[in-house]
């Protein structure tokens, strides 16, 4: 797929849809940069799909990322591509685009507005990897998006379930991958089969990325 024709898609496709009279539906909203995304992402989703019993998980890639050197970061129109592929064969998980579409640095509680905005019937559970339950205090109006969805931890072992904010946690089997872990291994040109999707793995070698030093 050219990066022209996914620039298209990005600014048309997974429109956020009109709020409608049907009866609530509980979905789960995994939000990151996915640089690149890998099992544990995939892992940690499912988990959370299976335990609460939701409808669906959206994941979402950022735009901008908020705490992150966008020096670091890969182009949108890659990371889009390897969330979809990542996602293909999965039905309970979809792309949700809107904190690409609407650009700039992206914001959890912006995201969650604009889906109570599209859809208020909806309840929405945002998941949280157990290593950043401890920096909650520090997100951007926090305080608003604890009103907008219902927190979910995933504890992974070694991490404690402790929170002054109301999450429920899931637990989840030990995975020590990470995309950092996997950029470096791409860099040393160690293998990252089965760490990641075979479709993500086959991207990235395809397109040659993470192979410079600034990703």
Partial sequence: MTKTVLQNRIQTDVQVKPASTSSTHRIGILGGTFNPPHIGHLMMADQVYQQL???????????????????????????????????????????????????????TCDTLQQLHQAHPENQYYLIIGGDMVNYLPKW?????????????GVCRKGYEKRSTYPLIWVNMPT??????????????????RYFVPEAVRQYIQEKGLYLKDEH
């Fill in 53 to 107: 019993g939701l409808e669906k998980i959206i994941f979402i890639p950022d735009a901008q990322p908020p705490h992150i050197d966008r020096k670091e970061t890969l182009a949108v129109q890659d990371r889009v591509e390897m969330v979809q592929r990542a996602i293909l064969d999965h039905p309970q998980f979809e792309l949700g685009l809107m904190e690409v579409q609407r650009g700039g640095i992206s914001y």
């Fill in 175 to 192: 995975s020590d991958v990470s995309s950092t872990w996997i950029r470096q291994t791409v860099q040393t040109g160690g293998s990252i």
């Fill in 140 to 152: 951007h109006q926090i305080e608003k998006i604890v009103q907008l969805a219902q927190l979910v």
